[in-house]
Each structure stands twice: as C-alpha cells, then as structure tokens.
C-alpha cells in the first residue's frame, strides 16, 4: 500500500493523569519537561491545522485478535476515575475515515474494526493528549484505535491502512501514538523496580531518536512484558502509518520521576525513502531468520513440518519413513507439538502419554492437531504455513510431587490433577517467571479452583526447535 504526505506529523505522547492540573494537585510540577514538551506539539498540531487527529491508545477496548476503532459519531469522558468528574472532553468522530479505515483492514486481512466497544466513554489515554491539544486547536474530527494482542508487524501493517485512508480520502491527518513506557523504573514507584525497566526505556527511546522502527518491530516481547511496558503497540502502529517515508526525528523530552518513563516524541515527514520500508524489511529478515531454522532442524521438528503443510496442502496424512531414527519409529511418549508465528503462539496439542504406537505417530497426530483443532486459534492455512515456528517436546516420565517447592520452571513442567480434571504446563516457558504462576496457570487451564484440594505431578521434556 503506497503511503503518501497525508499525513505530516507523527507524536508519541504518554498519559500520566496528574499532569492535570486539578488531579496533580502540585505533583505535575515534577514533570516540567514532559509539559512542555505537550505544549510544544500541541502548538504545532495548531499550526499543522489537521482535518483528522488519529490517536492509538492502550486503554480503550482492547482484544486478543482484534483492533478496535471506535464506532458512532463521537464520545464523551471525564477523569471522574481519578477524582475529578468535573474535567470532561466531547470529540466528533470522523465517521467516513472510520468505514474507509475498516474496509481497508479488511482488504489486507487484519482483524480490526468497530466491532465489540464495551465502553463508549474516552478513555485517559486519549483525554490527556486532547487536554493539550484543545488549548490551541478544536477544529477537527477524531478517530480512537485500542491496541490489542496482535503480533507487533500487525500492528505496523494496521498503521499502513491508516495512512492508506488518509491519502484515499484526501485528508490531512495528525498521528498521536499515546503510550506511556515501563511502570518499573524504581522501587519506591507504584509497580516497583526490574532491571528490565530502565533497559527498556533506554533502547526504545534511543530508537525514537534515531526514527529506527525496525527496533520496535523486533523488541522481544519477553523482554518488554518483564518491563511493563504500555504504549509499544500504539508506536508501532505510528511507525506503520509512516512506512517508506523519510522523517525528522526528536525527543522533546523523558522523564521517569514516579517510576514510570514517559517520553514525548516529534516525527516530521521530511519526503520518501524506500529504505525505510520497514514491514517489508521485516518480511525479508523475518523468512531468512526461519529459513535458516529449518536448515538446521532435527528430524522431530522436520516432521511436525512437513506433516502440517502436507495435510493443509494436500489434504492427507504424510507417511511416516522408515529412515526415521529408531527412537522415533521404537519408543512411545507423550509429546506436544507448538508452532509460532510472528513471535506469537499459534497453536500447541500434545499427549500427557503415547497415545498411539510411536513417538513418530504422536508427532504427527499432534502436529496436525495443533495447526487445526487447537480452539483458541483459527485453523493454519497455506499462507501461514511459511511463516511458521516449529517446536517439538517429548515428555519423561511424570513423578508426583508434595510441593511447589519442588519445581523448578525451566526443568520441569507441571501437572494438576482433581479427579477427571487436570491441566498441564510446559517448563520453560517465555512470561512464566516463577512456579507459583505455573502451577496458577496450569489449575486454570484444568477449571480447577486455587483453593480446592488437588495433586501435582512434575516432568522433564527434551525439546527439539
């Protein structure tokens, strides 16, 4: 989708809600920079006159699989959750660059639209940008965009369709990206303190400076759950809306005094450059990354491969070879099979025990299984399958187990067993940080309530990637 210079000026804003004079109460005073750095883009959103503000937001409705615009023709909000009913905004939806937008989402196959607002209020995210900017300039429509659960490159291909809506409509469009960045800077902060915070502020900052979104693209999502981080989608999406175009990048300010990092950023298009293509730099690194996986793969992920294109191609079962190693063709174990696709989980099904007469045939059964039957994600189909992530575990023996004690989360994987019900987790696992979360996740997973009596077993896995 070719982007035009509809879109001029691009910032990235944070939301602490004690900016607000009436709601800071004196404690805005700490962050000085972060309000004159607002001024400042505000002043320019005046000069720049937009028909249209687009603003991405963490805290409106937000789904898994799902990009949420807001429908209708306006919204109102107050900061009535932070004490102060009496701060209140009403904005104009632009309604026709909504349908345009959706329609556009539609075409390019990302899950985004008007569907499923639980809440029809504005939400901080969104007030506190327009706070500022409403000093200075009233005359324009807005449209409000929630992030979601979505993979980062679609997020930024989301980000094309908005630019790709402002062209077709002839409009001129003002991008803010609200976010803030890690609620973990300090101790005494209201999350507390990760190394993974200040880390984490530091790298994407940097990469704000420099305008390199590819950084953003491939931040490990591991990493950034760690940090708590929460406006990288909406600068994804941004830096989507600004694909192929040269730009002027600043950061106006930073500051972190409550332990939380907010930055403001100016993107200025400065005129066209192909080398700033970046989802389709994406595209390229990101087949080579996997091309070299399955040059190097062993013959367990090979055969979870090969079996799921076979069937989603051919509609078939692969034969198993004998040429296979004895191992697979001669011992019986449970194994699961899980595939990713964009860094994101994209299926997994597995075998607690052998359920069939060799490790070869339950690899195939779950591979099959797993790109298919898993219900928490739409059947694999041919254009996925060269985008996807293998991984192959085949399970020890369980032992049962006295206490969580006794678990260690990169080792062994649990199970919870109530009667017929059980639940079962696999060991080191990205987000999984201690066994209490494990073993939480694992009762979840089985319906089984914390405080109802169950048993745990634990298990070792070989894992083949």
């Known amino acids: ?36 750095a607002y001024d400042e883009i505000a002043k320019k959103i005046a000069e720049l006159r937009p028909d249209t ?18 429908p209708g023709k306006g919204a109102k909000g107050d900061f009535g959750e932070f004490g102060e009913p009496g701060v209140k905004f009403e904005a104009d939806y632009d309604t026709e660059f909504v349908h345009k937008l959706s329609e556009l989402a539609e075409q390019k196959d990302i899950p985004a639209g008007t569907l499923g607002e639980r809440k029809k209020s504005l939400d901080h995210g969104t007030m506190i940008p327009l706070y500022f900017v409403n000093k200075h300039y009233t005359d324009y429509k807005l449209v409000r965009i929630g992030i979601s659960g979505l993979s980062f490159i679609e997020h930024y291909n989301f980000g094309r369709c908005i630019a790709g809506a402002a062209e077709k409509l002839n409009r001129k469009v003002v991008f803010i990206a609200s976010g803030d960045l890690s609620h973990m800077l300090k ?20 990469a704000m400076k420099s305008g390199d979104f590819m950084s953003f693209l491939t931040f490990n ?28 990048s600043q950061v106006l300010s930073y500051e972190g005094p409550y332990g939380v990092g907010y930055a403001v950023a100016s993107f200025e298009v400065t005129g066209e450059n192909e080398m700033r293509c970046f989802g389709r730099l994406y595209k390229i690194e990101e087949e080579n990354r996997l091309n070299r996986l399955r040059e190097n793969e062993d013959e367990y992920v090979r055969l979870a491969r090969k079996t799921l294109e076979r069937y989603v191609l051919h509609h078939n079962k692969i034969e198993k070879s004998d040429n296979l190693p004895a191992e697979m063709l001669n011992n019986k174990a449970g194994v699961f099979v899980s595939l990713k696709m964009n ?17 070869a045939d339950e690899i195939i059964q779950n591979a099959i299984s797993a790109g298919l039957e898993d219900p928490r994600f739409n ?6 399958l060269n985008k996807i992530q293998y991984s192959v575990d085949v399970l020890k023996e369980a032992e049962p187990i006295e206490s969580i004690s006794e678990l260690d989360i990169k080792k062994y994987g649990v199970i919870v067993k109530n ?8 060991p080191n696992l990205e987000g999984i940080d201690t066994p209490e979360e494990q073993v939480s996740i694992a009762l979840k997973k089985a319906g089984i309530d914390p405080d109802e ?13």
Do not use: W
Not at 419 to 426: A, F, I, K, M, N
């Open 53 to 70: 503000i687009v603003v991405t937001t963490p805290h409106s409705i937000m789904y898994s699989d799902y990009i949420h615009i807001s």
């Open 1 to 36: 989708m070719k982007n035009s210079n509809f879109i001029k000026n691009t910032f990235i804003v944070p939301h602490p809600p004690l900016i607000i004079p009436k709601i800071g109460r004196g404690q805005e005073i700490k962050i000085e920079k972060t309000i004159k």
């Open 379 to 384: 059947p694999v189909t041919k254009k996925d």
């Open 453 to 465: 009596n169950y048993n745990m077993e634990r298990f070792e896995v070989v894992r083949h990637i």
């Open 419 to 426: 009667g017929r019900r059980s639940g079962l987790l696999l």
């Open 221 to 248: 999502e591991e990493f950034c759950e760690a940090a708590a981080e929460c406006g990288l989608r909406s600068f994804i999406m941004m830096a989507g809306a600004l694909d192929g175009k040269e730009v002027y």
């Open 187 to 206: 101790d005494e902060g209201p999350y507390g303190y990760t190394d993974e915070g200040p880390a984490f502020d530091k790298e994407v900052t940097e």
């Open 343 to 359: 860094g994101q989980l994209r299926g997994c099904i597995g075998t607690v025990s052998a359920a069939t007469e060799c490790i």
